[in-house]
């Protein structure tokens, strides 16, 4: 009896301490720019092609103004704004030169999985962009760290 209660004293245990480590290697990334002056978090939820182009604009003006080692810009696309990143958008070379200036793109997985659900396919998106679980975690993670919230 006491082997049997020590057993499962001991499986409970494991996984409290595993349940922590699970969700720590779900956790949204931080852009790696610590020292940035200035952080920003552009929403893009919108598949207008006029919102695309003004939150690529915001971007691109932001890293012109600022050193681009003085800002950290993070766009965070979810909803129809995931349309930015497919591979056929007429602003992907847009897209990629600002990750290239070290601007970082969030996709929202739960976006992607929504539409895989629907339609039985999964969306392909650009390899510059970087997944995360979901957008909106995403955005809230990064305004608790600092980053001043545009919605262009």
Do not use: W
Request: hydrophobic residues 45%; neutral net charge.
């Amino acid at each position: 009896m006491m082997r049997r209660l020590t057993t499962t004293a001991l499986c409970f245990a494991l996984i409290a301490f595993a349940a922590p480590v699970a969700r720590a290697q779900q956790a949204p990334l931080l852009q790696d720019k610590p020292f940035a002056e200035h952080k920003i978090v552009l929403q893009l939820s919108d598949s207008d092609s006029r919102k695309q182009g003004l939150v690529i604009s915001v971007a691109n003006n932001l890293m012109k103004h600022y050193d681009p080692d003085k800002v950290a810009i993070e766009i965070v696309a979810f909803g129809p704004g995931i349309e930015l990143l497919k591979p056929d958008n007429p602003s992907r070379k847009l897209v990629e030169s600002l990750v290239a200036q070290g601007a970082r793109v969030d996709i929202c997985l739960n976006t992607v999985d929504t539409i895989e659900r629907e339609t039985g396919k999964r969306p392909d998106y650009i390899p510059a962009a970087t997944p995360v679980q979901v957008g909106v975690a995403q955005i809230l993670l990064l305004t608790e760290n600092g980053y001043t919230l545009v919605r262009p």
